[in-house]
């Protein structure tokens, strides 16, 4: 066996550069530096005309070696760390640490019912921002630059409930061992419901500019279709699971906190492209506005909002294995998480979306594609470098 | 393409005549969030220097600089803070054991020059300081742990009073590990511990199961560590960074734990100690805990040391002063035997007395002097010198004699510290109704609170505010003790406020027994003349320098006769001192770790 002979041949190989450079293509960096891509990493594209023959992508721009500070760190101070592991959604991974550590140490049968409650609503609160910057930013990928500063307007709306509920507008550094770091502020119930109404009340006006956009179905629809039989073999969940038709959840499969309690529907759509996972994400906004509405309805007021902890500075946890996970606005994120006995992380590992998204699916989804479509694709992916980059 | 969608987008067009959400900043500063995690506040009255923001910080964005002296439970550091590194988690805030730092709702701060994002809460005025919202410690939600694990103590409390079996039952292992893992680890004990013992070290190696580690650390500057882990009046605990809005540390406990998961210290503690004392003889005169420290010390480096000690056992006050059910003989002759192992020669039954002190001035290199406070305080008041009226200090040593002490059917014991309790719990354990008659106020008592609740638990009862005014013989043969009530008055000198009898007010009490329990004086009328004269103050102490040595050349002294705290660990420090200071006087680098 020759190290150079291909043994796997549904591996693309580029074409051998010694034959020459082709006079017709030209190499092109997509990023780092481009309000188009998704944040701090880049594509490098070999373009025929307009229309993308190979690429690959280049991620290392954030690297920032979480997992292994982690492992460096007492448990309390990876706490702080985690958020950044997720920069548009920081909620999902402070409750995967939170559940992973908790369960290994025996914590969660101690963490409060209203504790419980309280980090659903976060976590869904965190959906809904979320997709409310992908749902806007979509449109925006394709210039229709009105929608973005809306739906970033509703964002912040949300933000501001964030900062009076945890002190932070986007690391929030509010779910942690025990439960959550403070009770909900009084009032907080009424106010929010205000967002969700204010938000509620614009979505048609987005409707207006983004799903029944003329610009955007023609430029959405058709484009950026992933074949079903990837969903399987890559590993793909969230919307653009669902977007094939494929009604996955974690949520409603593998359910957690308060999620079995709560009334929800998986969305799905079909056609498996950009249009169909905008659509999806739309459809779960409003589905989000309505649990949180149902949180607000069913948790109890009363109560303690964190188990007593130990001293966090000596915390151990006794040696173990996990896996846990949750779903986030772009498909499923789970920790890996092995202890050892002592006051620190031996080993965590994020399994996140979007290394899956922005690497693995992008490549394979780059021949064929036109350069002006890229960021339109990469969005409706929802890749995320700091994701990837832990 | 259907016209809807062609049209649709152009609603937007309809949001150009409402009001924009979008504000220009500098006209609408909002304010952070009523918890918002802004620029950093402290109150630096509260704040107690301890780091323990420092520690957790994970950015490492804490610094502690010295702001101020140290005084007692505070280092005199304070936080500084780095921006460049803060990620405002507030970690510092939620695990800030005195709860002084928050987090204002500032959050806008602009300056060209970049060094000013370096500043020390509190100290560096800034114009959030005042700021009421921001993040604060909550109620709810704390990174430490502020309750003590609860000691096992004999039960029930009425039955402790029939045996002399030790009340205080000690932590098992679990237990122990969970109390130490309460600690901080801020050192401000070390500061405050007399002998300055490595407590966060020997917490540490609790917590990890490593129990050796802990003598080790223990045994390297208290040679008494068992007993000190029972009697210990633990100024250590009183400046607990964890106590300061809770349970402090069982410290006192916790070394208790270490010393008595091993029945023989001499396997766990090395031998290899530079011997730079051979040759040299030092003589030790009172077996005190202050006399044992020195001897210890200077034995396990070679040097050859004599404790002359009057009684059939040395341990000085610990031994004919402490009581059994807190401190039990085994565990004091355990101590004691890795002592003997180590070299220490101790004659006991040998009091020193007149010509034999020059005799062991002229064959000893250096003479140790640590013969404590035996002389009682009299009680001035008629009546005093009936019989049936004692003092405490004999009282304690004729029963650690095992002589028979008769204390009738009941006794009111005058006075307010550990002796006191000590001789009304004893009383109680001889049969008698007890009542203890203190000057002061409950808070003054200078006794251990948990000595004065143990008392109290076993029947003791208690007045407070009252001066005696004689003791009188009645008819039927008993002792008539005569009380007035008195107020509390602000002292002259500035003191504490002191009590003033009201006058015209007589309260009796009728008993067996008075035992007065005011204090010991030192009594030097075993040294001759000339050398006592030479060593003491007006008082009748005896004043030492910073290396523990009296007036008079190659004489040093320490324990109650030198300091003015009379406690065991303050002797054991003095003892130190002399270790030091005895190789220094003889010739030797004393900068030898000690043990
Ligand atoms: C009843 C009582 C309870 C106490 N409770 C506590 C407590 O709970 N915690 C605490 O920390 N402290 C307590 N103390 C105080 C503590 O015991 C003393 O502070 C400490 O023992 C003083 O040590 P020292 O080295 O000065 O010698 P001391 O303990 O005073 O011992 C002096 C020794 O010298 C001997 N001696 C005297 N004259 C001569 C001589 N001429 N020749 C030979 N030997 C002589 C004596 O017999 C005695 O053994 C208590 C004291 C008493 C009396
Ligand atoms: S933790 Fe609190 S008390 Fe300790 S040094 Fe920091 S601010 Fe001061
Ligand atoms: S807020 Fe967090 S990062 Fe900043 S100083 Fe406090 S512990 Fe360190």
């Known amino acids: ?390 | 393409m259907s016209l809807r969608n062609v049209i649709a987008p152009f609603s937007a067009w309809a949001r150009a005549f409402q009001k924009p959400f979008t504000v220009p900043q500098d006209s609408t500063h909002r304010p952070g969030a009523e918890r918002y995690r802004g620029w950093h506040i402290n109150d630096t009255e509260k704040c107690i220097g301890c780091g323990t923001c420092a520690d957790i910080c994970q950015n490492e964005a804490i610094d502690m600089v010295p702001v101020d002296e140290p005084t007692k439970g505070d280092s005199g550091l304070r936080p500084k803070v780095d921006y460049g590194r803060c990620c405002w988690c507030a970690l510092c805030v939620d695990v800030c054991p005195s709860a002084s730092l928050g987090m204002s709702s500032e959050y806008v701060w602009v300056d060209k020059d970049p060094d000013v994002f370096r500043y020390i809460p509190g100290v560096d005025k800034k114009d959030w300081d005042g700021d009421e919202r921001g993040w604060r410690k909550d109620a709810g939600y704390d990174l430490i742990d502020h309750e003590r694990v609860p000691m096992p103590m004999l039960e029930p409390e009425e039955e402790r009073v029939k045996t002399w079996a030790e009340v205080v039952l000690g932590y098992n292992e679990e237990q122990a590990r969970k109390e130490a893992a309460r600690c901080v680890e801020c050192g401000l004990c070390i500061a405050a511990c007399p002998a300055h013992m490595h407590i966060p070290d020997y917490i540490a190696a609790i917590r990890d199961g490593d129990y050796e580690r802990a003598v080790q650390q223990i045994y390297d500057n208290n040679p008494l560590p068992e007993m000190c882990g029972k009697v210990c009046t633990r100024r250590c605990e009183g400046v607990c960074a964890v106590g300061v809005n809770g349970d402090p540390l069982a410290i006192r406990w916790l070394k208790r734990f270490a010393t008595e998961q091993f029945s023989d210290f001499d396997q766990v503690l090395s031998r290899d100690v530079p011997q730079i004392g051979a040759g040299r003889k030092v003589a030790v005169i009172g077996g005190g805990p202050g006399g044992l420290t020195a001897a210890f010390y200077l034995a396990v480096r070679g040097f050859q040391v004599t404790v002359f000690e009057a009684l059939p056992q040395v341990g000085g006050a610990t031994f004919f002063g402490i009581p059994k059910y807190r401190f039990p003989l085994p565990s004091l002759e355990k101590q004691v035997k890795l002592l003997t192992d180590r070299g220490v020669k101790i004659l006991t039954n040998h009091k020193v007395e007149g010509d034999e002190f020059k005799r062991i001035q002229q064959e000893f290199d250096a003479v140790y002097i640590g013969t404590g406070l035996l002389k009682p305080s009299a009680l001035r008041a008629p009546g005093e010198d009936l019989p049936g009226v004692m003092h405490a200090i004999d009282m304690l040593i004729d029963h650690h004699l095992g002589k028979k002490v008769d204390v009738g059917e009941s006794v009111v014991v005058v006075g307010g510290g550990n002796v006191a309790i000590d001789a009304a719990r004893i009383s109680r354990r001889l049969g008698a109704e007890v009542t203890i008659a203190y000057r002061r106020r409950l808070v003054d008592m200078p006794a251990d609170d948990e000595e004065i609740e143990d008392a109290q638990a076993e029947g003791v009862k208690l007045i407070t505010q009252n001066i005696p005014l004689r003791v009188e013989q009645t008819p039927e043969g008993k002792l008539d003790f005569v009380w007035g009530p008195a107020e509390m008055v602000a002292s002259e000198d500035g003191g504490r406020p002191r009590p003033k009898l009201i006058e015209g007010v007589e309260n009796h009490l009728i008993v067996d027994r008075v035992i007065v329990a005011i204090g010991q004086k030192p009594d030097l009328t075993w040294l001759p003349d000339d050398v006592a004269e030479g060593v003491s103050n007006k008082w009748g102490y005896i004043d030492c320098d910073e290396n523990g040595m009296t007036h008079v050349e190659g004489i040093f002294a320490g324990g109650d006769l030198v300091n003015d705290t009379a406690d065991a660990i303050s002797a054991i420090a003095d003892g130190l001192k002399a270790v030091e200071g005895i190789s220094r006087y003889l010739g030797v680098d004393a900068k030898v770790r000690r043990v």
Not at chain 1, 218 to 231: D, H, I, N, S, Y
Not at chain 1, 316 to 332: D, M, Q
Not at chain 1, 372 to 381: E, F, G, I, K, N
């Open chain 1, 1 to 390: 066996m020759s190290l150079f002979e291909i043994e796997n041949p549904g591996f693309d190989i580029l074409e051998d550069p010694q034959d020459g450079p082709n006079p017709r293509e030209v190499q092109l960096w997509f990023g780092p530096q481009h309000p188009g891509i998704t944040g701090n990493m880049s594509v490098q594209v070999w373009l025929e005309g307009d229309t993308i023959k190979r690429g690959i992508t280049h991620v290392g721009y954030l690297h920032r070696g979480f997992e292994k500070l982690m492992e460096r760190r007492k448990y309390i101070q990876s706490f702080p760390i985690v958020c950044r592991m997720c920069v548009a959604e920081p909620d999902t991974t402070e409750y995967l640490l939170a559940a992973s550590l908790e369960e290994l140490s025996g914590l969660d049968a101690e963490v409060p019912e209203k504790a419980q409650w309280i980090r659903t609503l976060v976590m869904e609160m965190s959906r809904l921002q979320a997709q409310l910057m992908v749902f806007g930013g979509q449109a925006g990928t394709m210039g229709l630059g009105t929608a973005p500063n809306w739906t970033y307007t509703l964002r912040d709306f949300l933000l501001d409930s964030f900062e009076e509920l945890t002190g932070g507008r986007v690391y929030h550094m509010y779910i942690t061992y025990g439960g959550v770091r403070r009770d909900l502020p009084q009032g907080f119930a009424l106010r929010l419901e205000k967002t969700l109404d204010a938000i509620e009340e614009r979505l048609p006006y987005l409707d207006d500019l983004i799903l029944d956009s003329e610009v955007f179905r023609t430029r959405a629809r058709g484009v950026g279709v992933l074949p079903r039989e990837w969903a399987e073999e890559i590993g793909i969940t969230g919307p653009p699971l669902r977007a094939m038709g494929i009604a996955r959840d974690t949520r409603r499969d593998f359910p957690y906190l308060k999620y079995p309690e709560l009334d929800f529907k998986v969305c799905t759509a079909t056609g498996s492209d950009i249009y169909a996972r905008t659509l999806v994400r739309r459809m779960e906004i409003q589905e989000s506005i309505g649990m949180i509405r149902q949180i607000l309805q069913k948790m109890p007021h009363e109560g303690p909002y964190c188990a007593k902890l130990p001293n966090m500075l000596h915390w151990t946890i006794p040696a173990g294995y996990t896996y846990v996970r949750a779903e986030a606005s772009r498909g499923e994120m789970g920790f890996v998480m092995v202890t050892d006995g002592s006051d620190k992380i031996r080993r965590v590992h994020l399994r996140g979306p979007s290394y899956t998204n922005a690497v693995t699916v992008l490549e394979r989804m780059l021949p064929g594609t036109n350069i002006a479509d890229l960021s339109a694709l990469m969005v409706s992916l929802q890749t995320c470098p700091p994701e990837i980059e832990r």
